[in-house]
């Protein structure tokens, strides 16, 4: 599966912003999927991930309440809405697809679970 990652911008504290990543293929709907993202000189850190269907997601601590992933499996398409965005959560935002698909209820969060990464979308909060 290849993956492309859209929608980073700059947007002031307090403010929204919705990334999209769009995915190619007829196996998305197989793949549970995940959001990192990596800021300059630090490590890339979970963010959050969906399963196959929607139906279960999980979520770092420090993006709970503020951020919700979502799917749309007939667009091929995965959605990360960021609401109450704060300087901190500055970075490049990376979708990825795990290794494993057609696995129920999966929501990895270790990046060593991933084996499909999309180029990644700048976003950058202003204090």
């Known amino acids: 599966v290849q993956l492309q990652a859209s929608g980073g911008g700059l947007v002031q504290a307090g403010g929204s912003l919705r990334l999209s990543c769009a995915a190619s293929?007829?196996?998305?709907?197989?793949?549970?999927m995940g959001w990192f993202r990596q800021a300059p000189g630090k490590e890339r850190l979970f963010v959050a991930a969906?399963?196959?269907?929607?139906?279960?997601?999980n979520y770092a601590d420090s993006v709970k309440g503020r951020f919700t992933i979502s799917r749309d499996n007939a667009k091929n398409t995965v959605y990360l809405q960021m609401n109450n965005l704060k300087p901190e959560d500055t970075a490049v935002y990376y979708c990825?697809?795990?290794?494993?698909?057609?696995?129920?209820?999966?929501?990895?969060?270790?990046?060593?679970?991933?084996?499909?990464w999309g180029q990644g979308t700048q976003v950058t909060v202003s204090s």
């Open positions: 990825a697809a795990p290794i494993y698909r057609n696995v129920m209820g999966y929501t990895p969060r270790g990046e060593g679970d991933y084996g499909h």
């Open positions: 293929g007829r196996t998305f709907s197989s793949y549970a």
């Open positions: 969906i399963s196959r269907s929607g139906s279960t997601t």
